[in-house]
């Protein structure tokens, strides 16, 4: 039916559960658009599961080494003599973050990974960006090279807006003709010159974080990636720039590509994606249908 | 739709396991769809063709960075060029007055000049360098591009710099009434060959500062002494020639990376005046040797910058996979 459904799956989970105030919905028509959105779902889903494999999680561990816990790091002298020596420090902490997550994601899928903080979701998001190198005995193989979007602040805090689009979509293999085409797109979807027309030429360093993640979520989303990674950056923005960035992640899962959603929002788990794994501890604990996954931790969740 | 009933964590069944993986397992699934170890470093001529494909990212991000550097002072982009010419004032203050370093040297300005320059070139693309992968962090873990691109954009940056300090010493060897001859222009393979040393170098200290993050404090006190051991605001003879020097300790000090860069830039651009000009032999003999160049200077330069450069590249493309762990 229609490509881009004006009611998101949540409101309709939400007005069916007796939570959504007020909506002009009877309860028949609310029971239509709920098998509607589960049926197109098992549809993407099926499709889905004979397409090619992006993202191939092979019994992944992650050891986090923290160095120098208790010692003294300032010393310059002691500084020196372990570059000399090439001494790492004596006390090394290891911390077991991931513990042997295995998983296949294909072309068309968009996964949410839920679990509480300190569960391991980032980490295993940072394994597949190839920023953290897996134990042995593992591994994570991807078609390509995905890119990670995070919270954190802007890219280049001390270069103006405009750059920061520039600069980034060069980073991302664009040639310099290529990116300047692609300029005014990225920030029309931004749409950061709405509050203040001048942003573009201000340092990122004086976005407020909604602003700053705004814009890198436009520059990362800007290519046809075959992998996508978003972690928490949804959060930040406002719900207008919520729902529009929903809708360009549903452009992206339909352009073939993989998207993987890290949110503590369950709406906005429920809304981006058709399949979801709930991680807890460093392992799997459900892998399957969004509704199914995102029921159970909830219901978890608030055993307390 | 929650189930009735507590969810108790260890009686949830194993996760479903996709087919094929449970089939193939995770190897031979990925390398049936021609899938490759995310993150794993690519060979060394492959990495230096993706660096090639960047080239303007690294020349951007320099020309971006260095616009930013200075956007809050209210003077702006004259400081390119205020700061050289400060920095050589306080130098010409110090060592030409103060010190009256400048006896039996010629054109002690330009020799200055040149000096200095050079010098700050080497020392702040290895002290921006050393921060490279530190303060982009954000960058590296957000975007996937060769890691060596910071690190060389830092050299760029200062190349930019190094460009309008030249400017000025062009200035100064015309105001001290130098001709422009053919030889001026070997400053140009000269200063090519001594940006690909110092970019190895800074290299070198990129990924030593990504891991101790010491590196960054550490370097400045380790550059201004090699500074001061190069002859930039004195003549290396007006050392090596007193008595009770062994021979090493004077190869070591003229055959030093950039006091041979130095010293040969100078020789392209310094005149020796005349006989005429000095009062006593003595004087002229220590005006000839404050330019004295070492035999196979030229030659010595492209062994430097070839293992700087080389080196420092492969040095750095060793640990690839790491720079983003922080």
Redesign the interface.
Known sequence: MADTPKVLPSQVLRAIQGKEGEHSFSEEELAALRAQIIEERAKRRAEAATN????????LNIVYRIHGAGTG??S?TG??S??VSRRTSPTIREVHAVRGI???ARRGESIGLIGRNGSGKSTTL????????PEKG??????G??????I?????P???GE?NV???C????M??AE?NARYQGIVDFSRIQETNPHAMNL?MKAYSSGMAARL?FAI?ASRDQDVLMIDEALATGDAKFQAQSEQRIRELRASAGTVFVVSHSMAAIRDTCDRA?WI?AGK?????DV?EVA??Y???SK?G | MSEPGGIVLEELPPPALDPEYADLGGVALAAKYGLKQSGKRPPLFEYAAQLWQRRHFITGYATAKNRSLYSNARLGQLWQLLTPVLNVAVYYFVFGILFTQSRGVPKFLLFLVIGVFLFNFLQTSMINGSRSISDQLVLIRALHFPRACLPMSATIIQLQQLGFSMIIVVGVALGLQETPTLRWLLVIPALILFSVFCNGMAMIVARMGSVLTDTAQLLPFISRTWMYLCGVMYSIASVTDRAGIPHWVKLALYYDPPALFITVVRNCMISMPSRASYATAADYQAAVNSLHQPAFAWAFLVFWALLAGVGGFVYFWKAEEQYGRG
């Open positions: 090619q494999p992006t993202v191939v999680v092979d019994n790091r300032g310059a500084a020196l372990r570059i295995s998983f296949v940072a394994a597949i960006a190839g920023l953290l190198p593992g591994g994570v193989y991807t078609d090279q995905p890119s990670l979007l995070g954190n602040a802007a890219l280049m001390d270069l103006t750059r520039i600069v980034g060069l980073a991302m293999g040639s310099k990116a340092p890198r990362a794994i807890e799997i604990l459900m892998d399957g509704d029921d159970a909830e219901a978890w055993q």
